[in-house]
């Protein structure tokens, strides 16, 4: 049956900026990094960390995950690089495309926890804040394989198959590129709602990231038909899904038991400057605080005015001075829970 219509991929896999070539597949991963930092920037700061704090740990966290991804890659299709006739100078051209998102979230993991506990910061609150950043950021990236021509799946007539010719297959396949895409908004907008309304912690909404992410992962990883190692029928990556959704679903069960609710403070240089609370908002605490400040300068004003006012005057403004320091401090805990 002949296709009604398709998707027609890129003639390049080259985006042109004034006199600047740039790979698509990097433009998109570039793109996807600045996405996730940028809304997990919102999200920190919404649940009372400072602002910038998640690009610092970004600064750590990008460089360990695409060497993540590229090892995962290179380590599960070592045929394409090591087998003969290939050249294993290949394995470094990142641009051409071949990150693993298991390597790339694992060894990412590792960085941004160096950065957290340089910062004495929980990793996993900074994992709750980043997560559905980190889904948006692979939506994006997705497209990277448009721009490349691979990992596509089967062939179809569907209206919204891709034309493929890149020297190997010809025709229209499915979009798996797409599917993802989609599949991985989704699990980005899960995350929000479900962080909102149920007040996810302690790795939990990285957790439920996870888990959504595998789940689809599973059924779009049966659909493609490049090459891949298989285990009792079915491709690596299916197994890996198994495997990771299991954990995550498990993680979130057992944490909700030994750790309900959420982090109360998640970055504490946050508290030492008199940082926002939940919703971003500080004001009850800087109202306090003058309050509190304010108590003992009239306590020592008054003092100062009558000389004759002896021990008892200024014990009775100590004693009053007291009870207005410790509202202060309490609101302060208050605010940053």
Not at 98 to 121: D, Y
Not at 144 to 163: I, K, M, S
Not at 181 to 205: E, M, Q, T
Not at 236 to 258: C, D, K, Q
């Amino acid at each position: 049956m002949e296709t009604l219509a398709f998707i027609p991929s890129p003639s390049s896999g080259e985006i042109v900026i004034g006199p600047i070539p740039l790979r698509g597949y990097a433009f998109c991963i570039i793109l996807g990094v600045f996405v996730a930092v940028w809304l997990g920037g919102k999200r920190w700061v919404a649940r009372g960390g400072q602002p910038g704090t998640v690009a610092d740990i970004a600064v750590w966290a990008v460089p360990f995950g695409l060497v993540g991804g590229r090892l995962y890659h290179v380590v599960t299709d070592y045929q394409l690089y090591f087998g003969e006739g290939r050249n294993w100078v290949d394995a470094f051209k990142i641009w051409e495309g071949g990150l693993g998102i298991w390597g790339a979230i694992a060894l990412g993991a590792v960085g941004a926890w160096i950065a957290c506990r340089r910062r004495g910061i929980p990793l996993p609150a900074y994992a709750d804040a980043i997560a559905p950043g980190i889904a948006l950021a692979q939506a994006i990236g997705r497209w990277g394989n448009w721009f490349n021509q691979e990992l596509y799946g089967r062939p179809t007539d569907l209206p919204w198959a891709v034309e493929i010719d890149n020297g190997v297959d010809t025709g229209t396949f499915h979009p798996t590129f797409l599917y993802e895409s989609l599949w991985c908004v989704g699990v980005a907008l899960l995350v929000i709602w479900a962080d909102r309304r149920f007040r996810l912690g302690h790795g939990r909404a990285f957790a439920l990231y996870v888990a959504a992410y595998t789940a689809g992962r599973f059924w779009i990883e049966y659909l493609r038909i490049d090459e891949a190692h298989q285990i009792l029928g079915l491709r690596l990556n299916n197994w890996t899904s198994i495997a990771v959704f299991l954990g995550a679903v498990a993680y979130i069960v057992l944490s909700a038991r030994l750790r309900p609710g959420r982090e109360d403070v998640v970055e504490p240089a946050a508290q030492e400057t008199g940082g926002s609370a939940d919703d971003g908002t500080g004001g009850d605490t800087d109202d306090d605080t003058d309050g509190g400040a304010g108590g003992p300068a009239e306590g020592e004003k008054n003092t100062a005015k009558d000389p004759e006012a002896g021990p008892e005057r200024a014990e009775s403004a100590s004693s009053a001075e007291t009870p207005e320091s410790s509202s202060s401090g309490g609101a302060s805990a208050s605010a940053a829970g």
